[in-house]
C-alpha cells in the first residue's frame, strides 16, 4: 500500500476530477483520490484499474450521526441501513437504550451483531439508564456489572446517554459505578437545562456529551465546561434552529450533529444527517464546516479510528454531490465500495438473528381489568400541550356512573391504560387523557418510551380489549381498533419496537394508521397522533404520565392516585 | 467532590477574581475557581477553605511543549523541571532518544524513572529510531521487541519521531514493524521537505504529526493529510515565523507548539513555550488561540487525559500572568498546588538513580591514533555554512608532509574525529573540517548526534589527545583544550549528554567555555560553537558528515573515503 501511496502500482480504485473537501483546513482538494483495500491512499497523481471521472462533483467524507436510537426508526439496523445510508450516512454512534429497556443484554446483543449485517458501521454506547425510573417496570436492570463486559466488544465506545443527572448529582451508587466502569470511555450526557454548579458536578462526574440544549445560551454553558454538544434535528425534538445563535466558529470544533429519534418516514421525507446539514449551511453557516460537525468532529469526540476525513489511511467512506449548497447526495462509498447508487442502495443487507427478541408481550390475557373504578369524581387529568411531550396536570370534576368512569359520560376524556408487558406482574397504570379526542376507538402499542410496556388509549373497553388481544398476538407493534373492527396494523415483533419488514412497507403502514386515525375524530394540533401516544409514559418528561405502575406526577417524583386529594 | 461541585461543601481551594482563559470557547470565564484533590472542581459561586485574591491576573491552563528531547537541556528530568516549570510549562512531550541512543533501554528506563522526581508531568514518547543509521555505531539497537515493553508503562503515550522516514517509504521490516507495534498510539514524524505522493506514503503508514515544517506551504500540505503540525522554536531550529504565513484560523486546532531541542542558556534567557506563545502573539494571532495551541490542542493530539483546559474534571494545571499580549508568567500551579511563584521554584525534586546511565565512555584510550595518513592529496572537505547543520562537500588540494595531513600546513583546515564510545570498538572516523576557525586547540564532546560518541576537533594531535582523555575522565561532556592546558572543562556524566548539576552551573561552564573559545579563532559567523560541533556528525543532514565508521555522504548514503576520487 505504500508503494500504491508512492505511486509505484496502481490503485484499485481511483476517484478523478471531485472536488475534495477538507474538513481539516475547511478547504476544497483538487486530485485524484486513490483507494485501495478499503482505505484512502491519498490525494495526488494517481493511476487506477478502475477510474471513476466525478467531475463536476462534490466529494466529502461519509456523514456520521452523533447519536441516535437505531429503534426509533421501528427498522431493525440492517434495513436501517438501507434507509439512511442513501442520505450519506456511513457510521453512526448508537444508543440500544430502547430494546435494552425490553430485553436487556439480549436486546444489546442483538443489536451489536445485527448493526454488522450491513456496510453501515454502528458504534454502540451502551445504555446507562436501564430502567430509566424506579416507578416502572422495565424487562431488564443492568448495573455496572451487567455492561462491564461489553468494554472489550468490537464498535463498542462508550456509556449511552447518562439521562439519571439527578442520580449523578446525589451521588447514586448505582450510577457512579457505571461511570467509573467506562470512565476511560466517553460517556454521553442528557441534562436539559442543567447549569452552573450542577452543570459542573455532571460534568466532574465524566460526562462529556449533551445533546438536550435547546437554548443558546446552554449550548455555551456546556461547550465552556468542555462538553461537545450535538445539535439534535429529529422526529419528536428539533434544536438545530433553536441553537444556531450560540454557534461561534471558534468552537465549531466542539459542535455534532445528531439525530436522536428519527421515524422511518422523516428519513425517507426530510433525511437523515445531510438535513441538519442542510439547515445549518441555509442558516448561513460554511458547508464545510458544517459538514465537519458530521464527521470530523464526531470522529475526534468518540475517538473513531481512521472516520471523518479524506486523509491517507482514513477509510474510505465518502459521499458525492452535486451542489454544496444544498447537498443531496447521489452516491455513497463504504470502505471504498459503492454502496448507493443514483440514491439506490447496492448492497443487500445479511439476515440478522432475531429469535432472542421475538415474542416479548408477556401479558396474561385473563387478567386485563380496564375499569377506572374511582372514590371521589375529583381526579387528576393529563392535558396534552400542542407539539410538546410535556402535559399539563388538571384537577377536574368528572361523572362517574356507580363510581366508575366512561368516557362516553366525559366528552375530550379518554381511558390511557398501561399494561406491564416484560413481566406478567399483571401491573395496569391508569390516567385520564384530555385534549387527544378519539372516538369509539382504540389504540394499542408496545413503544411507550423508556420501558415500552402496553400502551392503550381508547373511549371503550371493547375496543381495547380487541387491540390489546392484537398487540399480543402479533408481537407487539401498533393497532388501530374501531368499533369492534382492527382497521389497520403494524406488527413490530422485534422487542415490540422494530419491524421485520423494510422502511417502505412501515411508511405504508403508518401513512395508513395515520389516515385512518384523523377519520376517528383525533385534535388536529396533534401531528403524529401515535408518537404522542408512546411518550404518554415517558416518566421523566413533565407533568403527568402514566407507567405500569400508576399515574406519575413528575414534579413530586412519585406515584399519586387518580382521585385528587383535598389539599389539590 | 460531586457535593463540592455543587456548593454543598467548601472546596480546599479557591482561585478568586482571575481572569480566566477558556480555550473551549477561546474567550474568558469570570468566576471562582475551585480546586480540590488536584482536580479543577468547577467555575462559579465557590467557597474556600483556603481563597487566594489574584485581581489582576489571567488564569491559563498550564503550558504543554508538544515535542522535545530533555537531553537537550543538558540538564536531567529533575533540574529541567526547576527551569522549565517557571516558565509556565507542567507538561511535556518527551521524545528521550538521545540517551537512548547512548544507553539503549537503560537510558529509556532511567527517563520514565527521573521524570517522576519533579511535579512536571512528562509524557514518553519511545524513540523509533536507535540507531538513527546504519552507518554510525550506538550505544544499543532496539527493534519493535526491545521496545514494545512500554507500551503497558504509564506515561508512554505513542513512538517518538520516526526519522527514517526512506525507511517507511521503501517498506523496511525494522521500520514498520515498530509502527505496527504502536499502530495504537500516536506516532510522531520527522519528514523535513516531505510532500506530495511519498508524503501520503507516510502518513498512510500511520505517522501523525510533524515538527520539521520549515515552509508555509509544506505546513498547509501536511495539515491536508491530517497531521497535526508543530511550530518549533529551538536553539538549534526556528521554524515559528517561517511558518506564520500559513496559519488560518481554520485549522488552527491542527496547530501544536515545541521546542525540540532547547539549551539551558535559552530557557533561562528567552524561556520555553511561552517564548513560542508571544512570538505568535506579537504576530497578530490572537493570545488565546496561541494559548490553545501549547494547551488544549496537544492534549487532543496526544490524547492527554484530563489536561489543556480549565473545566471541571481537568488536573488543575495553569498558569497566572498580568498582560496577555506579552506573556511573563508568575505563579503555576501543578495538580492544584503552587509550584512557582513569583517565578521562583517552590518545590524540591527528588534525587533520581542515575547509577545505570553513569560511565558511558567505553573507549580505550591506548589505540588512539589520530593521525591522517591519505593517498592522494587531492579530499573531501566538510564546509562549514553560517547559521546551518547542513555543511557542503568541497573537493580541494591539500599539502601533505609524509602522506600526513597537519593542520598547521593548511591554513582553515582541521582534524574531525569521531571516536566510537560505546563498545570498545576502536572505530575512528575522521574528516577534515573548513571554516570553523580554531588555533593551537582542540574540543572534545560526547554531545554528537544522533549517536553521541567522542566528537574531537583540533589543530593539533596533543590538544586533542588531552581533550580526550578528560572526556574519558568525566565520564563524558565538554572540554577544551589549549596548548596542552584544559581551559575549562562540563561534565556530563550522565549518558554523557546530561550534568548532575542545576541549570545555573551548566549556564556558568557554558558561558565561560563559549567566552575561551572566542579567544582561540573561531570564526564569528558561528553562533554556538559547541553546538555546530555536536551535528557535525547527524548523518541525516547533507552534505558531508563524520560518524565513527568514517566520511558519509548524505546524498550518496555511504561511507566515502577521506581522498576524493578522480571522479569527483
Known amino acids: 500500500m505504500i508503494a500504491i501511496a508512492r505511486g509505484e502500482i496502481s490503485a484499485s480504485l481511483v476517484i478523478k476530477n471531485a472536488q475534495i473537501i477538507n474538513v481539516f483546513t475547511k478547504d476544497i482538494d483538487y486530485g485524484d483520490l486513490a483507494i485501495e483495500d478499503g482505505l484512502i491512499i491519498g490525494i495526488g497523481k494517481y493511476k487506477g484499474e478502475v477510474e471513476l471521472d466525478y467531475s463536476g462533483y462534490y466529494l466529502a467524507p461519509g456523514f456520521i450521526d452523533g447519536h441516535v436510537h437505531i429503534e426509533s426508526s421501528m427498522l431493525t439496523p440492517n434495513n436501517y441501513a438501507l434507509a439512511v445510508m442513501p442520505k450519506g450516512t456511513t457510521s453512526v454512534i448508537a444508543d440500544c437504550h430502547e430494546i435494552a429497556n425490553v430485553c436487556g443484554n439480549d436486546g444489546i446483543d442483538f443489536m451489536l451483531k445485527a448493526a454488522k449485517s450491513a456496510p453501515l458501521d454502528v458504534f454502540m454506547m451502551i445504555p446507562s439508564c436501564v430502567p430509566s425510573t424506579d416507578f416502572e417496570t422495565s424487562g431488564a436492570t443492568l448495573l455496572a456489572d451487567d455492561i462491564k463486559g461489553y468494554l472489550d466488544e468490537e464498535n463498542v465506545i462508550g456509556l449511552g446517554e447518562m439521562m439519571d443527572y439527578q442520580g449523578v448529582l446525589v451521588g447514586k451508587k448505582e450510577v457512579l459505578d457505571k461511570i467509573e466502569t467506562f470512565q476511560n470511555f466517553r460517556i454521553d450526557g442528557h441534562a436539559p437545562e442543567l447549569k452552573d454548579q450542577d452543570l459542573n458536578a455532571y460534568v466532574l462526574a465524566g460526562v462529556g456529551t449533551d445533546h438536550e440544549c435547546s437554548e443558546p445560551e446552554e449550548l455555551i454553558q456546556k461547550v465552556k465546561r468542555g462538553m461537545y454538544v450535538h445539535l439534535r434535528e429529529g422526529s419528536q425534538t428539533k434544536n438545530v434552529m433553536d441553537l444556531l445563535p450560540g454557534l461561534n466558529p471558534s468552537y465549531y470544533d466542539r459542535i455534532l450533529l445528531c439525530s436522536d429519534d428519527l421515524h422511518p418516514n422523516d428519513i425517507a421525507k426530510v433525511g437523515h444527517i445531510d438535513h441538519n446539514i442542510n439547515m445549518l449551511i441555509k442558516a448561513g453557516i460554511r458547508p464545510i464546516s458544517a459538514i465537519s460537525m458530521a464527521t470530523i468532529n464526531i470522529a475526534n469526540c468518540y475517538n473513531l479510528p481512521r472516520r471523518g476525513a479524506i486523509a491517507p489511511g482514513y477509510i474510505a467512506d465518502f459521499v458525492l454531490f452535486k451542489d454544496l449548497q ?243
Chains 1, 2 share one sequence.
Not at 402 to 420: A, G, I, R, T, Y
Not at 436 to 455: E, R
Request: aromatic share 6%.
Open 326 to 568: 444544498d447537498i443531496d447526495v447521489l452516491d455513497v462509498y463504504k470502505s471504498g465500495e459503492l454502496v448507493v447508487h443514483n440514491k439506490v442502495p447496492k448492497f443487500i443487507p445479511k439476515e440478522i438473528a432475531y429469535q432472542k427478541v421475538m415474542n416479548t408481550v408477556k401479558l396474561d390475557l385473563n387478567n386485563v381489568d380496564l375499569s377506572f373504578t374511582l372514590k371521589t369524581n375529583k381526579v387528576n387529568i393529563i392535558t396534552l400541550i400542542k407539539n410538546n411531550i410535556i402535559t399539563k396536570k388538571l384537577v377536574q370534576k368528572i361523572i362517574l356512573k356507580n363510581k366508575q368512569f366512561f368516557p362516553e359520560d366525559n366528552p375530550d376524556l379518554l381511558k390511557l391504560c398501561v399494561l406491564e408487558r416484560h413481566k406478567y406482574t399483571g401491573n395496569i397504570g391508569k390516567g385520564i387523557v384530555k385534549g387527544y379526542g378519539l372516538k369509539n376507538a382504540a389504540i394499542a402499542m408496545t413503544i411507550s418510551h423508556d420501558s415500552h410496556n402496553l400502551i392503550c388509549l381508547g373511549d371503550n373497553d371493547q375496543d381495547m380489549l380487541i387491540a390489546i388481544k392484537k398487540i399480543k398476538e402479533i408481537g407487539g407493534g401498533i393497532v388501530l381498533v374501531s368499533k369492534g373492527e382492527i382497521l389497520d396494523f403494524l406488527a413490530l415483533e422485534v422487542g415490540g419496537l422494530m419491524s421485520l419488514e423494510k422502511q417502505e412497507y412501515v411508511i405504508d403502514r403508518l401513512t395508513n394508521l395515520d389516515e385512518r386515525i384523523r377519520e376517528l375524530g383525533v385534535n388536529k394540533d396533534i401531528e403524529d397522533p401515535f408518537m404522542q401516544l408512546a411518550f404518554l409514559s415517558l416518566a421523566v418528561v413533565p407533568d403527568l404520565k402514566v407507567t405500569d405502575k400508576g399515574l406519575f406526577d413528575v414534579h413530586k417524583f412519585s406515584i399519586i392516585p387518580l382521585e385528587a386529594g383535598d389539599e389539590e
